[in-house]
Nanobody, 121 residues
């Protein structure tokens, strides 16, 4: 069993900052990549940022220069520092992990429950 637990969402004014955290727990053997996706009302879920082994990062163009993703491998935790937030960043943010479990023979794709981020204008 693997669980991803997110925290750090909330309400913030435009121009403000928030930091999201996502901790993975369970029978984890190795995490290849972790990332954040978001889904606004009436829209499809979209990639925000990912970080892979070796700290290779990837960002959506809309957040480059404003958001920073990082990971703490000792804690199986990924963070998303969000600065200069805009109303269009309002969405439910989901944590994702691509990982191998202790007993699994294939890499699995796991999701958190989501955390609401609301940016007021």
């Amino acid at each position: 069993q693997v669980q991803l637990v997110e925290s750090g969402g909330g309400l913030v004014q435009a121009g403000g900052s928030l930091r999201l955290s996502c901790a993975a727990s369970g029978t984890i053997r190795r995490i290849d990549a972790m990332g954040w996706y978001r889904q606004a009302p009436g829209k499809q879920r979209e990639l925000v940022a990912t970080i892979a082994l070796g700290a290779r990062t990837n960002y959506a163009d809309s957040v480059k220069g404003r958001f920073t993703i990082s990971r703490d491998d000792a804690k199986n935790t990924v963070y998303l520092q969000m600065n200069s937030l805009k109303p269009e960043d309002t969405a439910v943010y989901y944590c994702n992990a691509k990982l191998w479990t202790v007993v699994g023979r294939t890499r699995g794709d796991y999701w958190g429950q989501g955390t609401q981020v609301t940016v007021s204008s």
